[in-house]
């Protein structure tokens, strides 16, 4: 029998309200927000499945996803209807079950301090439209979830945790650069805290990847030449974080290039800097987005986020490069 699921199905209406709600209250602390979003999941009864009650755990694979605003999702959908037609539209819009996300979107509002955006609540819900930075936005949760409804459906699971506006080294540096920052910190405390959630579900979880969309914080001077040794203790420091739920070699690290957008001033140096990190092993892939077409033309106004229909086909990137990486799922 197919295991029960959180909130299932999730209406858009479901979030309507929460980006006024968030935006109206003072900033939280990361641990007075895991506090509120967390603590319920945990106390309310968790045997939601007949595998959860005692019996042999099932086993599902996890993709981990972190970065910045690209990989929050700041694209508009409200344009998305006429650019990729009704049919898929809708079904985005209706939302994608076979494959499950839990999202935590913030924002960097100064040196050291964010303020939270969006977030599904500590649980686990369908994907859908509206899981970005608000809930007229969206990442590239959308494309991965349309690879995979149907071939990967009840066996994958999908934790996102980014911050606009953030950068690599004051922000996500890991402690084997000798800092410690609060994206880093957050980031773990977040993703132990779901994959506890699918165990307490009768899951056995496993890590199989990590999906990276972030650099365009670093594209300055004094920055973009620190990015690749930072990357390195990054995803060298995250293995050892969830060694517990890795296959033996680690997971798999997927990096999305940044655009060539003008306002990304050093975006060929942190580039390199991604390929060079990924060719370290074979475990590592770099995207080429700008190759695969997402240039600076395919950006919003904004120059910085991309359009709808491409924001979709950044998620279907991430979803093929990650795809041999996951487990066989055709026997």
């Known amino acids: 029998m197919e295991p029960i699921l959180f909130n299932d199905p999730v209406s858009k209406r479901d979030v309507q309200g929460r980006e006024n709600r968030v935006s109206s209250r003072k900033s939280l602390t990361y641990d007075e927000a895991m506090k509120t979003k967390c603590l319920l999941p945990f106390l309310a009864p968790l045997c939601l499945s007949l595998s959860g009650c005692g019996g042999a755990k099932t086993p599902v694979d996890v993709i981990i996803m972190g970065g910045q605003s690209n990989m929050v999702g700041c ?57 970005g930075n608000s809930d007229l936005t969206f990442g590239p949760e959308i494309g991965m979830a349309e690879t995979w409804n149907e071939s990967r459906a009840g066996k994958l699971f999908l934790i996102k945790y980014a911050c606009g506006a953030s950068n690599l080294l004051d922000d996500w540096a890991a402690p084997s650069s000798g800092k410690k920052t609060t994206m880093y910190d957050n980031f773990v405390t977040y993703v132990n805290a779901q994959l506890q959630v699918l165990e307490n579900s009768g899951y056995a979880p496993t890590v199989r990847l990590m999906c990276w969309m972030q650099g365009e ?33 680690g997971f798999a690290f997927v990096d999305g290039g940044i655009s060539d ?19 370290t092993s074979e475990r590592n892939v770099y995207i080429d987005t700008i190759a695969a077409g997402l240039t600076k033309d395919t950006l919003q106004d904004d120059n910085a ?27």
Request: glycine share 12%; with cysteine; net charge negative.
């Open 261 to 279: 957008s003008p306002a990304w001033a050093y975006y060929k140096e942190v580039n390199e800097a991604k390929a060079q990190y990924a060719a």
């Open 217 to 249: 914080g670093d594209s300055y001077p004094g920055y973009y030449s620190e990015y690749y040794q930072q990357l390195t203790y990054l995803v060298k420091d995250l293995r050892k974080e969830f060694a517990d739920h890795e296959p033996e070699e």
């Open 305 to 331: 986020h991309y359009r709808g229909q491409y924001m979709v086909r950044l998620g279907g990137l991430f979803a093929d490069a990650c795809e041999p990486f996951l487990s066989d799922v055709s026997q």
């Open 75 to 131: 694209s508009a959908y409200s344009g998305l209807k006429d650019e990729i037609g009704s049919s898929r539209y809708e079904a985005f819009e209706r939302g994608m079950g076979g494959v499950k996300t839990s999202y935590d979107c913030w924002t960097k509002d100064g040196v050291g301090e964010y303020k939270e955006q969006n977030g599904s609540n500590g649980k686990f819900v369908n994907v859908f439209l509206g899981q």
